[in-house]
């Protein structure tokens, strides 16, 4: 017998912690492999965690609505099977709590700035349990990174027809277009690291890389025809111009984690409220960025009160819900609104008064931020600040080398108007704030 521990995974970039919104399984339960056993939230996105061993559970990180780190332990099971430390070749954790073997060629790929520093690996690799009836090997059975290419013309291995395959493998191998029928495996079931081998084998890609798909001519209406026309003619009338920033938002996140740990009913707070409060604060020294702009009467009308403009993906696309006064709220306010005109406008049950009278637009794609970009203005706004996503990257403080949780904001700003100098200055007051947690709060 020996205890294997799930570590919780990376899983999105910029994540730290997730809330644990269901448990599939209880201390004492046997489970297989592959098995669901806990959904995991975080800003984004619900993510299903499978269990990589059979086993029985001995041990929960915690309750419903608890936060996990990521990296530290999510379920300890008391296995049957021998877990060793891996020799050379390193599994990566994914998303759903399988794991795919590392290739030699994975690991000639340099490692990214999101990923530093690395994420956490499993603690060992299994070595199977020759099943009943089955004869016992004086080895043991050769991992995916020490098994042969699986060439269909070799013998040995068996196809999906004699194996079994969990749920998640044939639900993988449907995503990536493969026949289970054409995978070897030399165990009693065609596993993850089957299919990563499958598709080593194949040159990374299945067939061409994916089913052909026949043309399809879509309409351009309604609401998406609405967005064509406003993103043709702010750019066609506005001459914009971005600025980026970096932002080091690492006492920031602790701020938040800390914050939600001890929110009671309050709704869990993501970035975007505390990046609202900045706004609100900085707009104050510098109004001309909360502005909104008549080019055909030539005026300009600096507003006083900051309503907000919150970019939100619906099924129709894209609509920009207001949050009104949004300088005098607090960071829980704006949190709930953030929910609430959200879940509104992907219903289709955001009123006219809520999609208009914006003064200066947020717009964020979380973790799939990218690195920069160029946001386009809201007309008649005159400025957008498009939100990146969070890195764990060296950072250079006090000439020491430090993992830093950094965050680029993108400006765009209606040159007709508003100068660089206007644009660099708000961007600094922000970053003056965000970087300093006290003094936003306060």
Known sequence: ??????????????????????????????????QQIADMMTDKATVEMESPVAGTVRKLAGE??????????????????????????????LGDGAV????????????????????????????????????????????????PSPDPSRSGGRGVSKALASPAVRQRARDLGIELAQVKTTSDRIRHSDLDAYLLYNGGSVAGGGPRRADETVKVVGLR???????????????H??????????DLEATRAMMNGDRGAHPKLTL???????????????????????????QLTRHGAMHLGMA?????????????DAQAKSVWQLASEIGRLADAARSGKATRDELSGSTITLS???????????????????????????????????????????????????????????AANFLQAMKALIENPIRLLS
């Open 64 to 93: 419903v609505g608890d936060q996990v780190a990521i990296g530290s332990v999510l379920v300890e099971i008391e296995t049957e099977a021998v877990v060793e430390a891996p020799e050379s070749k390193a599994e990566q954790p």
């Open 225 to 239: 025809r609405k967005i064509a026309e406003n993103m043709a003619e702010s750019k066609r009338r506005i001459p």
């Open 241 to 250: 111009f971005t600025l980026v920033e970096q932002f080091d938002v690492t």
């Open 364 to 422: 964020s794609l979380g973790p799939m931020g990218g690195v920069t970009s160029t946001p386009v203005i809201n007309r008649p706004e005159v400025a957008i600040i498009a939100v990146n996503k969070v890195q764990l990257l060296p950072f250079i403080r006090d000439g020491e080398i430090e993992a830093r949780k950094m965050m680029n904001l993108s400006l765009s700003c209606d040159h007709r108007v508003v100068d660089g100098w206007d």
């Open 100 to 147: 795919h073997a590392s290739s030699a060629m994975a690991e000639e790929i340099p490692t990214s700035a999101t990923s530093f520093p690395l994420p956490p690996e499993r603690e060992g690799k299994r070595t199977a349990k020759p099943s009943e009836g089955e004869g016992l090997s004086d080895k043991a059975a050769p991992t995916a990174t020490d098994r």
């Open 272 to 298: 975007l409220p505390f990046l609202i409060t900045a706004m609100g604060k900085a707009v104050a020294d510098w109004p001309m960025l909360n502005a909104t702009f008549d080019d055909e009467a030539m």
């Open 1 to 34: 017998m020996a205890m294997f521990s799930f570590k919780l995974p990376d899983i999105g970039e910029g994540i730290a912690e997730a809330e644990i919104v269901a448990w599939h399984v209880k201390v004492g339960d046997r489970i297989e492999e592959d």
């Open 312 to 324: 939100t993906q619906t099924p129709g696309g894209l609509m920009v819900p207001v949050i009104r």
